[in-house]
């Protein structure tokens, strides 16, 4: 199978094989080791980024609420809706409302 691409940049067109493969199985290919490589790549750079007193801070942030949130579970609710009923609820208590964009 060849296959064309074509550069956004220059539009040059760039034809190779992709060693027999069928086109979903070079993708898929593709798409696997571009995860391989990103994966180590964003957890190293997140060791290098935060530092022990940052990773402490948030932490500190994070452990409330898991512990608030022990033993619940969250509202389910339909895929391509905003969320669940609960949460518009919460904000009427208060005389608020979410504002749809």
Known sequence: ???TLTSPANATK???RRNGLTEQAADAAIDQACRMLRLPTIR????????????EQSWQV???LEEAWKGTKP???????WGP????ELLRR??????RA
């Open 14 to 16: 760039i034809t190779g």
């Open 94 to 99: 208060d005389g608020r409302h979410w504002r």
């Open 44 to 55: 190293t750079q997140f060791e290098q980024i935060a530092d022990a007193a940052e990773v």
């Open 75 to 81: 509202e389910p609710y339909r895929a391509g809706e």
């Open 85 to 88: 009923h609960a949460a518009d």
């Open 62 to 64: 994070v452990d409330p």
């Open 1 to 3: 199978m060849t296959t």
